[in-house]
C-alpha cells in the first residue's frame, strides 16, 4: 500500500515486502491445505509416466485400458507425467502437494508481475493478485493445467507489456515458451488464441478503430514463430488432433463433473463472476473499447462459464485488464523494492511455508490417511493379498487410482478422449443402475468388480446371485463375478 508522507522509503519498502511474504505464504499455504493425493486423475498420470521411463518412447495406443486397448493415444502431457513421477518416487505422496504448492507460488509471483508492470498502485496490485489467487483455488491440485495457467499469465504478461510500451523484445521469448508449453499440457491451443487475438488487433486497428499498438509485421512473424514452436513434441502436428477430438467431445461436459459449468456453491465461483464484471465495467467505460481486450474477455467469459476447469481463464483475464484499466499515480513507484531485497522475501516465504506444513500436518503419514477415507486403498490391499485378477470392472473416478496400484487393465478411467461420450455414458448409465445396467458388456465380461459402497450399482450387485461380496469397507466393495457360491457371511470380509 501507498506509505504515509512522513513514512521513510527504507520503511515502506520494507512494509511491502512484508506484505508480500505474507500474499505468497497465505496462497502457498491455502494451497497446501486444499490439496490431496486423492485427486482421480494424477494416478493415470502416474502410470504413463512411469510407462514413458520404462519403454524410453510415448505411446501411440493405449496400453492400459481393456474396452479401448490399442485405440490411438498420446500422452500429450508426458512432461508433466515424467516430472509428476520424480517427484513421487522421491518423496512420495508430499511430492504431489510440493508440485501443487511450487506451481501456485509461481503462478503468483507471475500474477504479481503482470499486475505490477500495469498498475502503479501497490495496494490495487497486491488486492488483484489476491483476489486473482483465491478465484482459482478450486484448482489447486497435482494437475498439469498448473502449468497452463503459469504460461498464460507470463504470455498475457509479454503481450500486454508489449502493446502498452512497444517494446517487442519479450515477444522472442514467447516461441520458447509454446516449445516448453506443447509438452506439458494442451491447453497451450489457449494460448495460441490469445496470440490470434493480439494478431487480429495489429489488423483490425489500422486506420479503422484506433492506432495499431504493434506492428502487422512483426505480429505475424510471432504467431508464425510460435505455431511452428509447438511442433516441438514427439508427437509433432498431430498434437493438433489430439486438441481437436477433446474439444470435439461435448458429451463429457454434461457428465464430468469438473467439465460442468460453476455451480455458484463456493465464495472463489462469485468472486470469479465479480472480476469478469468488475472488467467489463471498466472497458465499458472507455470511449473507444480496445480489441484486443474487448475479444480477450469475450473468449474468457465463455471459457470460464462453459466450465469450471476454465475458470482462471476469465479470472485472470479480468484482472489484468483492472490492473491496466483502473488509474495509478506513476509516482507511487518510487517506493518499488530493490533487487536486493527479492531473495529475502523468497528465503521468508520458503521458512514460513515450511512452518505451515508441520501445523497444517502435512507429511506422508497425513497424507496416506486421507487417501485411505476417499479411494479404495484397503479393497487394493485384499485383491493383492488374494491374488485376484481380471477383468476388471470400476468406475470413472477411480480408474487411474486403480491402473496405478493394481498394474491392470481397467474398464474405464479419467482420460475422456480415449473413451469417448458413449463408454462414458455407457458407464455412467450402468453404476446408476439404470434399468439396462446388466447389458454392459464390460460388467458382463469382469471378474472382477472394485465399486463404491454407497453406488446404486453395488447395491444391486449385493443381491445378484453372479456376483459374490468378497469385502466391503467404508469406502469399497469388492465382487468376484462367476465365482462357486459361497455364504455372503463367510466371504464377505468387514474390518
Not at 469478469?276 to 473507444?288: D, E, Q, T
Not at 468388480?449 to 466391503?472: M, N, W
Amino acid at each position: 500500500m501507498s506509505s504515509p508522507s512522513s513514512a521513510s522509503p527504507r520503511a515502506d519498502q520494507f512494509a511491502r515486502a512484508l506484505l508480500l511474504t505474507a500474499l505468497y505464504s497465505s496462497v502457498a499455504l491455502v494451497c497446501m491445505h486444499l490439496t490431496t493425493a486423492s485427486d482421480p486423475d494424477i494416478w493415470w498420470h502416474l502410470r504413463a509416466g512411469e510407462w514413458i521411463l520404462q519403454h524410453h518412447s510415448l505411446p501411440h495406443v493405449d496400453p492400459f485400458s481393456r474396452s479401448a486397448a490399442q485405440q490411438p493415444w498420446a500422452a500429450y502431457s508426458w512432461l508433466f507425467e515424467v516430472l509428476v513421477l520424480k517427484l513421487y518416487r522421491n518423496l512420495d505422496l508430499t511430492g504431489l502437494v510440493a508440485y501443487s504448492s511450487a506451481l501456485t507460488l509461481a503462478i503468483t509471483a507471475a500474477i504479481h508481475h503482470a499486475t505490477n508492470r500495469l498498475q502503479a498502485d501497490f495496494t490495487k496490485v497486491m488486492l488483484l493478485t489476491f483476489a486473482a489467487a483465491i478465484s482459482i483455488s478450486r484448482l489447486y491440485a497435482p494437475r498439469p493445467w498448473l502449468f497452463t495457467i503459469l504460461f498464460f499469465v507470463i504470455e498475457i504478461d509479454v503481450l500486454m507489456y508489449a502493446r502498452r510500451t512497444g517494446k517487442t523484445r519479450e515477444l522472442l521469448f514467447l516461441p520458447v515458451l509454446f516449445a516448453l508449453w506443447s509438452n506439458l499440457h494442451i491447453q497451450f491451443v489457449d494460448g495460441l488464441l490469445v496470440l490470434a487475438l493480439a494478431v487480429a488487433e495489429a489488423f483490425l486497428s489500422e486506420g479503422w478503430w484506433q492506432r495499431a499498438r504493434l506492428p502487422r509485421a512483426t505480429m505475424c512473424w510471432a504467431g508464425i514463430a510460435c505455431l511452428l514452436a509447438t511442433m516441438a513434441n514427439p508427437y509433432g502436428w498431430k498434437i493438433y488432433q489430439v486438441a481437436y477430438a477433446l474439444a470435439s467431445q461435448p458429451g463429457v461436459l454434461n457428465t464430468v463433473s469438473e467439465l460442468q459449468a460453476m455451480p455458484f456453491r463456493s465464495l472463489s465461483d462469485f468472486l470469479v463472476l465479480g472480476l469478469i464484471l468488475a472488467a467489463v465495467a471498466s472497458l465499458a467505460g472507455r470511449k473507444r473499447i480496445p480489441i484486443f481486450e474487448a475479444l480477450l474477455l469475450a473468449l474468457a467469459v465463455f471459457l470460464s462459464f462453459r466450465s469450471q476447469r476454465d475458470l482462471w481463464f476469465g479470472s485472470l483475464v479480468a484482472v489484468v485488464i483492472l490492473a491496466s484499466e483502473t488509474s495509478g499515480a506513476e509516482e507511487q513507484r518510487q517506493h518499488c523494492l530493490p533487487l536486493w531485497i527479492k531473495p529475502l522475501i523468497a528465503v521468508f516465504v520458503g521458512l514460513a511455508v515450511f512452518s505451515g506444513a508441520k501445523v497444517l500436518h502435512v507429511n506422508n503419514a497425513k497424507l496416506h490417511e486421507r487417501l485411505a477415507q476417499e479411494m479404495p486403498v484397503q479393497a487394493v490391499e485384499l485383491v493383492k493379498k488374494r491374488g485376484y485378477s481380471g477383468p476388471l470392472y470400476n468406475d470413472y473416478e477411480w480408474g487411474g487410482f486403480l491402473l496405478w496400484h493394481l498394474r491392470m487393465p481397467v474398464s474405464i478411467d479419467g482420460r475422456a478422449a480415449l473413451y469417448g461420450d458413449q463408454r462414458i455414458n455407457r458407464s455412467i448409465a450402468t453404476w446408476r443402475a439404470e434399468p439396462d445396467w446388466a447389458s454392459d458388456p464390460e460388467l458382463a465380461s469382469a471378474s472382477l468388480v472394485i465399486a463404491p459402497v454407497k453406488a446404486p450399482l453395488t447395491q444391486i450387485l449385493r443381491l445378484d446371485s453372479g456376483f459374490h461380496l468378497v469385502y466391503e469397507d467404508k469406502v469399497a466393495a469388492v465382487f468376484s463375478h462367476f465365482q462357486p457360491a459361497t455364504r455372503l457371511s463367510d466371504a464377505a470380509i468387514r474390518p
